[in-house]
């Protein structure tokens, strides 16, 4: 260990791999599916394989990404803890019957872990989206992809939330993250985007194994690219029709600096728009699809390095710190 | 006109734009929105600017390609003509209204011309599709917005059907092509596509402008991709789930000659499956989003040179050859 101080964290013995949260990113659906079939074809029931989940299926039946709400919202404590009415839509009842399967949320009894699979038609790579950057297992998972994908670009996004505000499904989990890959158009599948998604789930599962199995993983860095805000497009004040498009030099460069007086939009009617804003920022989920609705045009974060300790496992259930 | 016959054909004083017949395929919304816009601020309302419409308002407003049916497939003569059910589809409905306003289809009544605006997921460029290889006006606007567009891959696509059996709402027309352009999620606008449709549309604006005055253009040679076939994703025999994504090799390489043996498909478990056609053949709609419910992975065509003859304008209601 050199002296360095390594973080024992509790095995992780349940996993789970959830794909179809939203019903048209279909890498995750399909990659799911894959693994549901490999896993009936050897017949291969042994205790350390994750639980494998087909969040939504009924907007997957439709390749939609939600039926009524949107299914990934609707996993903040609030939400889960309402009363549920009659007419409740069919993902909250689903959200409800997700908690109790992995969950329940904030319990001793949910699953250790949860990887969402999902994709983007930003042109955002693989990336890591959790609520915390402090959560050495999921950093460590993601430094781990890096190391083994050499070829891929990744990066790690923290949506700063408590995780009681924290409503996605990955937040059910102990630990848990979004792993978002793009560009891929909704509908779609490509077999780059889905053979990525497989290789860093596989990668993940890997390191689970190693970590559960008693390897001392070091310590090091993750750079860490924290939301700072959401820009909408520029509307129409009656209509709200957006009346411009990501401009043409930001398209595509998601997470490359954005710096005050860049370019920002293009008007239909062909003028430039820059950027406002007083601090240079790294722009990411760049004209995402589902977030038109949403009044997303693009997120700005913020980037800084981030130290991780070596970790361990231990078979307690809480961390302890050795030497 | 060095001894050139020149076809004359009759003046195109009625013309049509349309987007948003699939209501997700944005670039063709916002286009037409832009159109209509300007003009009102313009107060022009001049008899020689082109019929502008948005074709499935309601699918437009949900974003979506349909609301219950396939707009653009509902102009066939027997679509048209059926008798009207009381619960007849939305789109269904929709098309009576367009073939009034813009048709009736066939009958002397009928618009010169209609461009029908549509985005692909598919790596297309810019492609017009048309029922026919000898429509002059529309292989000689091709050619002008190729001579125009010298950086836009373009491409005439030929589906050989006879005018009854023609279904799209460009069919409507006595001359009609719908104007492709790719790739671009649907649900999202991408300025590059845009501007690219945007001055697709201006140069065919002025072509015909032009051709209207009187001008005399010189024939000469289009490349034409005529279909030959469709061909389906591998499926699951029981469930008709895809057990394949289009093979990384071909993907985006739409027009690109596809040769027996050639990587065509790759599992879900990562074999690939070759082509095993017998003829060489150009793919394109390699991957497109709204295909895979109609069982279409990707289209085959054959290309040949056709030969097209210089044309002029008159003002007879019927073609004239002219030495």
Request: proline share 6%; charged share 20%.
């Amino acid at each position: 260990m050199d002296g360095q101080e390594a973080v024992c964290l509790p095995k992780l013995s349940r996993v789970a791999v959830c794909g179809g949260t939203h019903g048209n990113e279909l890498s995750g659906v399909y990659l799911v599916k894959e693994m549901m079939k490999s896993r009936k074809e050897e017949d291969n029931e042994s205790g350390s394989q994750p639980v494998l989940v087909l969040s939504n299926p009924r907007a997957t039946k439709k390749c939609l990404r939600y039926t009524e709400v949107d299914l990934n919202r609707c996993f903040s404590r609030d939400a889960l803890n309402s009363p549920l009415l009659d007419i409740a839509p069919y993902e909250v009842l689903r959200s409800r019957e997700l908690d109790a399967l992995l969950g329940p949320k904030g319990s001793p009894y949910s699953v250790d872990l949860v990887c969402d699979l999902h994709n983007t038609t930003s042109n955002m790579g693989l990336c890591f989206i959790a609520y915390s950057d402090s959560d050495w297992i999921s950093m460590h998972i993601f430094k781990h992809l890096k190391r083994c994908m050499p070829d891929i670009p990744m990066r790690y996004i923290h949506f700063d939330l408590p995780q009681d505000e924290s409503y996605s499904l990955d937040s059910v989990g102990k630990h848990g993250f979004a792993m978002e890959i793009g560009p891929q158009p909704h509908g779609v599948v490509r077999s780059n985007i889905y053979t990525t998604m497989k290789c860093g789930v596989q990668h993940m599962l890997d390191w689970i194994h190693l970590f559960n199995s008693g390897r001392v993983f070091e310590g090091g860095f993750v750079d860490v690219f924290t939301l700072v805000k959401h820009l909408d497009y520029p509307r129409d004040c009656s209509t709200l029709d957006i009346i411009a498009a990501i401009h043409p030099q930001l398209q595509d460069r998601d997470f490359c600096l954005l710096n005050p007086g860049d370019p920002l939009f293009q008007t239909f009617s062909g003028e430039t728009m820059p950027y406002n804003g007083t601090e240079s920022l790294h722009p990411f989920f760049i004209n995402e699809c589902a977030y038109y609705e949403k009044g997303i045009a693009l997120s700005l974060s913020r980037l800084r390095r981030v130290k991780i300790p070596a970790v361990c496992a231990t078979s307690e259930q809480h961390a302890v710190i050795v030497t």
